[in-house]
Every structure is written in C-alpha cells, then in structure tokens.
Nanobody
C-alpha cells in the first residue's frame, strides 16, 4: 500500500505563492497519474491539477496560468498569485485505474488571506 504525505501548506496573503509537495513511500510505477485535489469548507472535493505517467498535465480552469504541477522525486504543486478562494485542504492522490484515485494523503491546509 502506497502512503502519500503532503507538505508545504500554510498561511499566505493574496497574491503570494506556496509550493506543495507530495512524497510517496512505496512504488508508484504503473500508476496512470497523480493528482492534486482540494476541498474547501462546505464544498465538494475538486481536482486541481493532474500529471500522467508520461508527463502530460491537466488543470482546473480556476487555476490555469497560476498553478503548475511537476514531478521529480516527489510531486509538486507550485501555486502563484493565490486568491482567498484557493483556501482549502489540499490532497494528493494516485490514479491506479483510469478514473479512480485509490491512495490519498492526509492533506495540507492552505489559507489565503485577503
């Protein structure tokens, strides 16, 4: 069972930047993709960014041009020009089968003040 650990969240002013990291213990070879999700209070969890095993990326419209997902020895989410509406708990997850995210981290809180 792969374990995912997120880090890098915190409190930042609007317009600022944060870089989230997701470290995986165990092999993740064979996954379809890794994704960053977020869930704000009283809202559904949403997919923010995704990177496939081949390196292709996808972004939610709300973060295009501001967030960048990348992968080296971990998966990162560089978040620039942050807005108060980006406030949420951010989770990383692995997509082992198309459309199904099976492994999740514990989440990291991102709070953007206005």
């Amino acid at each position: 069972q792969v374990q995912l650990v997120e880090s890098g969240g915190g409190l930042v002013q609007a317009g600022g930047s944060l870089r989230l990291s997701c470290a995986a213990s165990g092999s993740i070879s064979g996954i379809v993709s890794m994704g960053w999700f977020r869930q704000a209070p009283r809202k559904q969890r949403e997919l923010v960014a995704r990177i496939t095993s081949s390196g292709s990326t996808n972004y939610a419209d709300s973060v295009k041009g501001r967030f960048t997902i990348s992968r080296e020895n971990a998966v990162y989410l560089q978040m620039n020009s942050l807005k108060p509406e980006d406030t949420a708990v951010y989770y990383c997850a692995t997509e082992w089968r198309p459309g199904t995210y099976d492994s999740w981290g514990q989440g990291t809180q991102v709070t953007v003040s206005s």
